[in-house]
């Protein structure tokens, strides 16, 4: 079993719009393809398989665990092929194809997240400490991601 971790943000928009879509994905496929706009430095993971994500609203706390079952590099592909096995639920796929309004379009995507879980957790960030150097900056202000270990009980 893998402990790493990393912890990214979403904003409320977002998680509002990707969350409750990709839960439902997740209740008939076994795998969602979740894109990010940063760049995933894979050297720094023992792996790159079986990673928590714990998801942080920006100006909150954490409030989703998703378990990581591979990174990618982010492919358009991911949204314009049609699968045999649905990789994204229709809405994010309608949403990334409005190029004026769709929130997906708007952003320039570096990787692909292979989720196979996602769960509400509850969890405020000062629990969580950087695996290398101290406690994690604000999330407020990442720009990326920060690996993380969860703070023992």
Request: glycine share 2%; hydrophobic share 35%; net charge positive.
């Amino acid at each position: 079993m893998n402990d790493e971790a990393i912890l990214f943000s979403a904003s409320q928009k977002m998680a509002d719009f990707l969350i409750p879509d990709a839960m439902e994905h997740l209740k008939d496929y076994d795998e969602l393809y979740w894109d990010v706009p940063f760049p995933i430095r894979s050297a720094n993971f023992q792996s790159p398989t079986n990673i928590t994500g714990y998801v942080h609203i920006r100006g909150r706390q954490v409030a989703y665990k998703i378990k990581i079952k591979d990174i990618k590099d982010f492919s358009d592909e991911f949204f314009e092929k049609k699968f045999r096995i649905p990789k994204k639920p229709d809405s994010w796929i309608e949403d990334y194809k409005d190029k004026e309004n769709g929130e997906f379009s708007k952003h320039k995507w570096k990787r692909t997240f292979i989720v196979t879980s996602i769960e509400r957790f509850s969890c405020d960030t000062k629990n969580f400490r950087k695996s290398k150097d101290g406690l994690p900056v604000h999330p407020r202000i990442l720009s990326s991601y920060v690996e993380v270990i969860p703070k023992k009980k």
